[in-house]
């Protein structure tokens, strides 16, 4: 099976409410994860990433949070909009540049 | 250019029938990745090019599957003998060595 999952497939949030999207790796040796966001007809868009050393980082209205102990990876968004419905989709690279994508969560924004 | 492109955005073919779909990387980018995405799913690796190393080949799905790019510049996709089950869109990234992947807007490919 895939080694990158997210545990909901759908996520629907109302506007100005912070959204949590989760996802489970299982490659211990995975040493870099990347949250990418996809809107229909568009290619995957780079919003933030970690890597293995680091459990927090921080970027404009997103947050990753990186748990090594249980394999999980979050996505924190702080006041969603309209703008942030899309599909999202969290990666991990295990080697020197292959990325393992997990099946994506879908986050509706409701007005 | 400011981004990855990807030619055509669209591309409608007989079942039986070869296409070729190609990828332009951002300027400057030395490693080239191409991703299928079917229908509701995540990404799945096809292939990989970094500069003038032998291409990472490993997930391409049959040998009608094959890639090409000369240097660090242009890459074509070509899938012969195309079949329903090719039907996905299929997408192409760029990076700086290992470091981050950038997208392009994908080919969404159907076969009749």
């Known amino acids: 099976g895939e080694s990158v999952g997210l545990h909901l497939p759908t996520l629907s949030v109302q506007e100005g409410d912070n959204s949590i999207i989760n996802c489970a790796y299982s490659n211990s040796a995975s040493d870099y994860f990347i949250w990418y966001k996809q809107e229909s007809g568009k290619g995957p868009q780079f919003i933030i990433d970690?890597?293995?050393?680091?459990d927090k980082r921080q970027g404009q209205r997103v947050t990753v949070l990186l748990n090594k102990t249980v394999k999980h990876l979050s996505l924190q968004i702080a006041a969603t909009q309209p703008g942030d419905s899309a599909v999202y989709f969290c990666a991990e690279r295990s080697n020197d540049y292959k990325l393992s994508f997990g099946a994506g969560t879908t986050v509706t924004v409701r007005a | 250019g400011a981004g990855v492109s990807q030619s055509p955005s669209n591309k409608v073919t007989e079942k039986g029938k070869d296409v070729e779909l190609r990828c332009d990387p951002i300027s400057g980018h030395t490693a080239l990745y191409w991703y299928r995405q079917r229908l509701g799913q995540g990404l799945e690796f096809l292939i990989y090019?970094?500069?003038?190393?032998?291409?990472?080949k490993s997930g391409l799905p049959s040998d009608r599957f094959s890639a090409e790019r000369t240097g660090e510049s242009v890459s074509t996709l070509t899938i012969q003998r195309t079949q329903q089950e090719d039907s996905a869109v299929y997408l192409c990234a760029s990076s700086k060595r290992a470091d981050t992947q950038y997208f392009g807007p994908g080919t969404r490919l159907t076969v009749l």
């Open positions: 090019f970094q500069g003038n190393s032998a291409p990472d």
């Open positions: 970690i890597r293995s050393n680091m």
